[in-house]
């Protein structure tokens, strides 16, 4: 009896406050204008929170729009009722990712029993998908919203924009006036002293995947400028077909849907580039190359480095295998038929094999990953993507490379490698797999990025100074987690927070990149950031594609049954498995146990 009215009591207490708060902003002014004797443009200090937009007057007011945000007040930082409510179930970002990272019993039950999966795999689209602007607001030229964003698909996109002109620092209001010096920042922070090993035992065949997977959609115009894009929004398998309707026609067998394949010491390879009309591969013109070294790929980039030339030689004898697949089940379909088919199966693989192996690994998550896009079917899920240019820039993931690799008894240093698929063929594709499969990438840390590539590295850095990338703790907070309070609180290291306070002055000055690498170890490949910011745009990349979506995602799609089939069963090691000569051995993204 006693515990019934307790009860009552606090039912009743509760909607008391509930309405009490309610009331508190319904009659809130419209304006929320605040004055300020600032000499600058307020908007500079990023005073809107939680996504609340800023807009200053000449008389250095400003104002924060927080409709649509769940939070209201002048810099809406005060949470509506609702918000409260959502934050107090909803688990801590930081908290969460340990939990998920965690061998713990939950995750067992989880991942066998199937409507729980269905319903944790829900969960993690839905909450990544919800992330990602989508339409999309931002592009690299305005730091405000503008109609091009959406419509001039030349753009990449943009999470946050641009920091404003003439704003007193380089980052807004914080830190150094002038950034560091770029060599000086290469030198301290990023430059390898003594190749660190990733400590999950990840291998050369995710480091290549990882390139040969995000080169299909970051393909930034450099004839342009760094904001624009040559490529697509999303998964489009231009990395193994060709972005333009030329390249793909030219790469093309035109019989049997299949693409165009040589025999070399019995095996099937890419077709010679000689032997291939009106395309052009990235092959520079100072190196001299013979023509029987020159490979016609679907990614111009891609015969430059051998484990990608490996991985396209995979995928095209996977493309010429589904299209045998399919043509005994449809032996009427003509060429573009079974082409055009079997590329849709070979997205869907793409996709499963990057959701269920790569993001899997890379994630370390102990709940497993499934490919299921129907479970947002009949949801607010949006099926509409596009690349983000601080994808592209966060994606620069040199520190996985080694210094060089072995293969049999011979060891090939990076520059070896470059420019040539001699070395595939010295010891054979199997053979070249075998030691990608054995060999340890790097860690993704700061003081590990390989010196050959520095260059590179350098280059991006201008490239996110002229785009005007808010720093780490502005994405931080776009991506719900706490900006960090101090250096210590980002790196975790002493040395290190010596050095990043004596370059940038404060940790909100701290550049994205700098940022997400120099952030202390969390239980993934990546520091946590790279992991809570990279998740919402590759989930939503991966889920958004238009085979997910609840027209496309039936058999029919795919050529019946047997094609949804090889969708649904896809997996790294199948597709080495079924399209290696020898027998496949420890293929996955870690080397095999045993390995020093
Ligand atoms: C809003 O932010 C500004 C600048 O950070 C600060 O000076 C001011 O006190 C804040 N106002 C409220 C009501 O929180
Ligand atoms: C997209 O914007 C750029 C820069 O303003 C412009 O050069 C280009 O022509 C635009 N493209 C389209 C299709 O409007
Ligand atoms: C890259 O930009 C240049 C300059 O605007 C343009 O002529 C070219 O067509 C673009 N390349 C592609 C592949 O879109």
């Given at each position: 009896?006693?515990?019934?009215?307790?009860?009552?009591?606090?039912?009743?207490?509760?909607?008391?406050?509930?309405?009490?708060?309610?009331?508190?902003?319904?009659?809130?002014?419209?304006?929320?204008?605040?004055?300020?004797?600032?000499?600058?443009?307020?908007?500079?200090?990023?005073?809107?929170?939680?996504?609340?937009?800023?807009?200053?007057?000449?008389?250095?007011?400003?104002?924060?729009?927080?409709?649509?945000?769940?939070?209201?007040?002048?810099?809406?930082?005060?949470?509506?009722?609702?918000?409260?409510?959502?934050?107090?179930?909803?688990?801590?970002?930081?908290?969460?990712?340990?939990?998920?990272?965690?061998?713990?019993?939950?995750?067992?039950?989880?991942?066998?029993?199937?409507?729980?999966?269905?319903?944790?795999?829900?969960?993690?689209?839905?909450?990544?998908?919800?992330?990602?602007?989508?339409?999309?607001?931002?592009?690299?030229?305005?730091?405000?919203?503008?109609?091009?964003?959406?419509?001039?698909?030349?753009?990449?996109?943009?999470?946050?924009?641009?920091?404003?002109?003439?704003?007193?620092?380089?980052?807004?209001?914080?830190?150094?006036?002038?950034?560091?010096?770029?060599?000086?920042?290469?030198?301290?922070?990023?430059?390898?002293?003594?190749?660190?090993?990733?400590?999950?035992?990840?291998?050369?065949?995710?480091?290549?995947?990882?390139?040969?997977?995000?080169?299909?959609?970051?393909?930034?115009?450099?004839?342009?400028?760094?904001?624009?894009?040559?490529?697509?929004?999303?998964?489009?398998?231009?990395?193994?077909?060709?972005?333009?309707?030329?390249?793909?026609?030219?790469?093309?067998?035109?019989?049997?849907?299949?693409?165009?394949?040589?025999?070399?010491?019995?095996?099937?390879?890419?077709?010679?580039?000689?032997?291939?009309?009106?395309?052009?591969?990235?092959?520079?013109?100072?190196?001299?190359?013979?023509?029987?070294?020159?490979?016609?790929?679907?990614?111009?980039?891609?015969?430059?480095?051998?484990?990608?030339?490996?991985?396209?030689?995979?995928?095209?004898?996977?493309?010429?295998?589904?299209?045998?697949?399919?043509?005994?089940?449809?032996?009427?379909?003509?060429?573009?038929?079974?082409?055009?088919?079997?590329?849709?199966?070979?997205?869907?693989?793409?996709?499963?094999?990057?959701?269920?192996?790569?993001?899997?690994?890379?994630?370390?998550?102990?709940?497993?990953?499934?490919?299921?896009?129907?479970?947002?079917?009949?949801?607010?899920?949006?099926?509409?993507?596009?690349?983000?240019?601080?994808?592209?820039?966060?994606?620069?993931?040199?520190?996985?490379?080694?210094?060089?690799?072995?293969?049999?008894?011979?060891?090939?240093?990076?520059?070896?490698?470059?420019?040539?698929?001699?070395?595939?063929?010295?010891?054979?594709?199997?053979?070249?797999?075998?030691?990608?499969?054995?060999?340890?990438?790097?860690?993704?840390?700061?003081?590990?990025?390989?010196?050959?590539?520095?260059?590179?590295?350098?280059?991006?850095?201008?490239?996110?100074?002229?785009?005007?990338?808010?720093?780490?703790n502005?994405?931080r907070?776009?991506?719900?987690?706490k900006p960090f309070k101090d250096f210590m609180d980002l790196?975790?290291?002493?040395?290190?927070?010596?050095?990043?306070?004596?370059?940038?002055?404060?940790v909100d000055?701290?550049?994205?990149?700098?940022?997400?690498?120099?952030?202390?170890?969390?239980?993934?490949?990546?520091?946590?950031?790279?992991?809570?910011?990279?998740?919402?745009?590759?989930?939503?990349?991966?889920?958004?594609?238009?085979?997910?979506?609840?027209?496309?995602?039936?058999?029919?799609?795919?050529?019946?049954?047997?094609?949804?089939?090889?969708?649904?069963?896809?997996?790294?090691?199948?597709?080495?498995?079924?399209?290696?000569?020898?027998?496949?051995?420890?293929?996955?993204?870690?080397?095999?146990?045993?390995?020093?």
């Amino acid at each position: 009896m006693q515990a019934m009215s307790d009860r009552r009591r606090a039912i009743g207490f509760i909607a008391v406050v509930a309405v009490v708060w309610s009331l508190s902003f319904s009659g809130k002014p419209q304006n929320n204008r605040v004055a300020t004797t600032l000499d600058y443009d307020p908007c500079c200090g990023y005073p809107c929170g939680n996504q609340g937009v800023c807009m200053s007057f000449p008389d250095r007011s400003y104002e924060c729009d927080c409709t649509n945000t769940g939070h209201y007040g002048a810099n809406c930082s005060k949470a509506e009722f609702m918000t409260t409510v959502v934050k107090l179930i909803k688990p801590d970002p930081e908290y969460l990712h340990i939990l998920l990272t965690s061998d713990l019993w939950v995750w067992k039950i989880i991942n066998n029993i199937g409507f729980l999966q269905d319903a944790a795999m829900k969960y993690i689209f839905l909450s990544r998908g919800d992330q990602v602007d989508s339409p999309v607001r931002f592009e690299s030229d305005h730091s405000y919203i503008t109609l091009d964003a959406y419509y001039n698909e030349t753009y990449y996109a943009r999470t946050l924009p641009p920091i404003p002109e003439h704003c007193p620092t380089p980052m807004g209001v914080k830190g150094v006036k002038e950034l560091p010096n770029l060599d000086l920042l290469m030198k301290k922070v990023f430059a390898r002293k003594e190749f660190i090993p990733d400590p999950h035992d990840t291998n050369l065949l995710f480091q290549y995947y990882a390139q040969h997977f995000t080169h299909q959609f970051f393909r930034t115009n450099y004839t342009m400028c760094p904001q624009f894009t040559k490529g697509n929004g999303g998964v489009d398998v231009s990395n193994i077909y060709g972005l333009t309707e030329q390249h793909r026609r030219a790469i093309r067998m035109n019989s049997d849907g299949k693409l165009k394949y040589q025999v070399i010491n019995d095996e099937h390879y890419p077709p010679y580039l000689r032997d291939v009309q009106g395309i052009e591969m990235d092959y520079p013109p100072h190196i001299p190359i013979t023509e029987d070294n020159k490979f016609a790929l679907g990614h111009p980039f891609f015969a430059l480095l051998p484990g990608l030339f490996v991985f396209s030689t995979i995928w095209m004898r996977e493309h010429n295998r589904v299209c045998d697949v399919l043509k005994n089940q449809h032996p009427d379909w003509d060429d573009e038929r079974l082409y055009q088919t079997a590329k849709l199966i070979i997205t869907g693989e793409v996709i499963k094999i990057t959701i269920e192996d790569y993001v899997q690994h890379l994630s370390q998550y102990k709940v497993d990953l499934k490919f299921k896009p129907q479970v947002v079917h009949g949801t607010r899920f949006q099926f509409d993507n596009r690349i983000n240019a601080e994808f592209n820039h966060l994606y620069h993931w040199h520190p996985l490379i080694p210094d060089g690799i072995q293969v049999e008894d011979k060891y090939y240093s990076l520059m070896d490698m470059a420019f040539s698929t001699k070395s595939v063929f010295t010891h054979g594709l199997d053979k070249f797999i075998e030691s990608m499969a054995t060999s340890r990438a790097g860690k993704l840390s700061h003081s590990n990025h390989p010196l050959v590539t520095l260059p590179v590295l350098k280059k991006m850095m201008e490239n996110g100074r002229k785009l005007r990338y808010q720093g780490i703790n502005e994405y931080r907070k776009r991506f719900a987690l706490k900006p960090f309070k101090d250096f210590m609180d980002l790196t975790g290291d002493e040395a290190l927070a010596k050095d990043l306070q004596e370059l940038y002055g404060h940790v909100d000055a701290v550049e994205f990149y700098v940022g997400l690498l120099t952030e202390k170890d969390s239980p993934s490949l990546t520091p946590l950031t790279m992991v809570n910011v990279g998740g919402p745009w590759s989930v939503k990349g991966l889920i958004a594609n238009p085979i997910c979506s609840p027209h496309w995602w039936k058999p029919s799609t795919f050529g019946g049954d047997v094609g949804f089939d090889i969708v649904n069963s896809a997996s790294l090691e199948k597709l080495f498995c079924n399209n290696m000569k020898s027998k496949c051995k420890n293929i996955a993204f870690k080397v095999p146990r045993g390995t020093p």
